[in-house]
């Protein structure tokens, strides 16, 4: 690893400077920000002073075999790699492309499809599936809110769903809302339920998978008949629009990236990845600690997206689904820890075939992929994951490290701080030869 970690120190300098000497006049003033890369050159690799760990480690042969597509996190520990240890897809359903339409409503005023649209002081201006409505601020004087809602509901057209054999998405598309409002779901057997399914605001596209939530709630839901019927409760007065609200078969399928941008810094490697169905994501790889490396995803456009991780073979694996681990040993010669944001929705996997075309396992027993969706960011949240990884320490006694990384406070404050950080490690060292001479061998 010495050998290696000399290559990698000396390697990083050179990269630093490559541009920098015409532009600081010969000298050797530089910051972290000076060298923020994003040419097809760019180095693909990360290190940090004190670790054993490698962030993309083919790539300091200069042969990087991450599949950028994926935004693919490898790592290095020692002369052993691992590779998709994290990496990013886009399902089917994101943003309610695609599939066909089982079921749309129809607000139009010569229809009786949904009840309460004639009362005085509501307004119907809608045409079809385009709600186009004006809410009065009250029910016989008394105000609304959101114990006290107006309600129109669909119970006109009740609609059967066969959960056995589909997979339904409520997709909401909406324009000017004077405020949130809600859509229930209403089931009438075989259990009787009136819950919320989704709160919309303006100009949002919702996408809510209807199998989970019955599934969740009351799983003698999920037969071949269930009948239900959607209600939508005003919590304000005033006028709101949607240009669609429709019931969807989509498939459980997820694709790669069209389209990536990437981006180094000595503090992170960045890689902005956009979807068929429109959604981006931007993915950070930083060091949290010397023995954990954290993603921090970032959703820039909105959708929803799927994270993942392949399971080397031969490595033995564990799911701790109380607290959202992915524990693996014996990967390549690397044990380590995925501490998981989202950890109520996870997928496994027999073959990446099998997990493009969403066709999950029952248990996660003989499984070679992972997957959990995030799908309640707007856009501009940021989510973390983290993973610590050795070649000596199990797993199970890595967790902790792997926890700590993926907190929300702690994660952003560390990338905000180590551009910092490290203009101050390359200020210690003096100019470039002496910083050469002084950086660390495990640097």
């Known amino acids: 690893m010495k050998k290696i970690s000399k290559v990698i120190a000396f390697c990083l300098v050179c990269v630093m400077l490559s541009g920098l000497l015409a532009a600081c006049g010969g000298g050797y003033d530089f910051t972290s920000a000076d060298v923020i890369d ?10 940090y002073p004190g670790s054993s760990i490698v962030i993309n480690p083919a790539a300091v042969s200069g042969e990087d075999t991450t599949d950028r597509t994926k935004q693919a996190l490898s790592l290095g520990v020692g ?30 005023p010569d229809t009786t499809t949904f ?26 004087k008394i105000p609304l809110d959101p114990n006290h809602p107006y309600t129109i509901q669909g119970n006109r057209e009740t609609f059967t769903y066969d959960f ?14 004077a405020d949130l409002f809600d859509i229930n779901l209403y089931t009438l057997s075989p259990v009787v339920s009136d819950e919320l399914l989704v709160s919309v605001g303006a100009n949002e596209t919702r996408v809510v998978n209807i199998n989970d939530y019955c599934e969740s709630y009351d799983p003698n839901l999920i037969t071949e008949a269930t009948r239900a019927f959607l209600k939508i409760n005003f919590r304000t007065g005033g006028a709101y629009q949607a240009t669609s609200i429709a019931i969807k078969t989509i498939p459980s399928s997820a694709s790669v990236a069209n389209d990536v941008a990437i981006e180094f810094a000595p503090y992170a490697l960045k890689n902005t990845a956009t979807f068929a169905n429109g959604t981006v994501v931007t993915a950070q790889d930083f060091f949290y600690d ?32 109380r607290n959202g681990y992915i524990q693996v040993n014996g990967a390549n010669g690397i044990n380590y820890c995925v501490k998981l944001s989202e950890n109520d929705n996870v997928s496994f996997f027999a073959t990446e075939e099998d997990m493009l075309n969403g066709n999950p396992l029952e248990s996660s027993e003989g499984a070679a992929f992972w997957t959990t969706l995030v799908d309640s960011l707007t856009v501009g949240d940021t989510i973390y994951f983290a993973v610590s990884a050795s070649a000596s320490e199990t797993a199970d006694a890595l967790a902790e490290n792997a926890n700590n990384g993926t907190s929300q406070n702690r994660a952003r404050r560390r990338l905000q701080d180590l551009p910092a950080e490290w203009d101050e490690y390359i200020a210690s060292h003096g100019d470039v030869p002496d910083y050469i001479a002084n950086m660390p061998e495990e640097a």
């Open 38 to 47: 994003s040419s097809e050159t760019q180095q693909r690799w990360l290190k």
């Open 79 to 108: 002369d052993s790699v691992v590779d998709n240890v994290l990496f990013t897809l886009e399902p089917a359903s994101a943003n309610g492309v695609g599939g066909s339409a089982v079921w749309e409503a129809n607000f139009s």
């Open 115 to 140: 009840s309460n649209m004639t009362e005085a002081g509501f307004t119907n201006n809608s045409s079809g599936a385009n709600l186009n409505v004006v809410v009065p601020d009250a029910i016989e």
């Open 164 to 177: 056995v054999n589909n997979e339904y998405y409520l997709v909401v598309q909406t324009g000017e809302c």
């Open 290 to 321: 010397v023995n954990t490396v954290t993603r921090a995803l970032t959703l820039d456009a909105a959708g929803s997206f799927v994270v993942g991780g392949q399971i080397a073979e031969g490595a033995t694996f564990t799911y701790d689904e």
